[in-house]
């Protein structure tokens, strides 16, 4: 079977830093590309980052340029969403997606198996 688990996700002051992991089972991540999506009440599930099958490139939403970065770690079969300089905007539900079609997209029809998400909230 499988499956994409996030985890990482809580409550953090504007400013701080949190580190998403998203593992998985049943397939080896490095052959997919991966994005990382976000949703807050009430929005559309908006991708922000993204990186194509073994590492070639990356793509970066401007909302979280600068802040944010993807890295894989392939030893664990699993590729972490490092984000740095949090604002409360940034509140939201965080879904890691793997995409047969190895390019490095911010569309969600890229991906093909979805995590559960994990809740992201930016708050004093």
């Known amino acids: 079977q499988l499956q994409l688990v996030e985890s990482g996700g809580g409550l953090v002051q504007p400013g701080g830093s949190l580190r998403l992991s998203c593992a998985a089972s049943?397939?080896?991540?490095?052959?997919?590309?991966i994005g990382w999506f976000r949703q807050a009440p009430g929005k559309e599930r908006e991708g922000i980052l993204c990186?194509?099958?073994?590492?070639?490139?990356?793509k970066v939403a401007d909302s979280v340029k600068g802040r944010f970065t993807i890295s894989r770690d392939n030893s664990k079969n699993t590729v972490h969403l490092q984000m740095n300089s949090l604002k409360p905007e940034d509140t939201a539900v965080y879904y890691c997606?793997?995409?047969?079609?190895?390019?490095?997209?911010?569309?969600?029809?890229?991906?093909?198996?979805w995590g559960q998400g994990t809740q992201v909230t930016v708050s004093s």
């Open positions: 049943g397939f080896t991540l490095d052959y997919y590309a």
């Open positions: 997606a793997a995409g047969r079609a190895t390019s490095c997209l911010l569309y969600k029809w890229n991906y093909n198996y």
């Open positions: 990186i194509s099958s073994h590492s070639d490139t990356t």
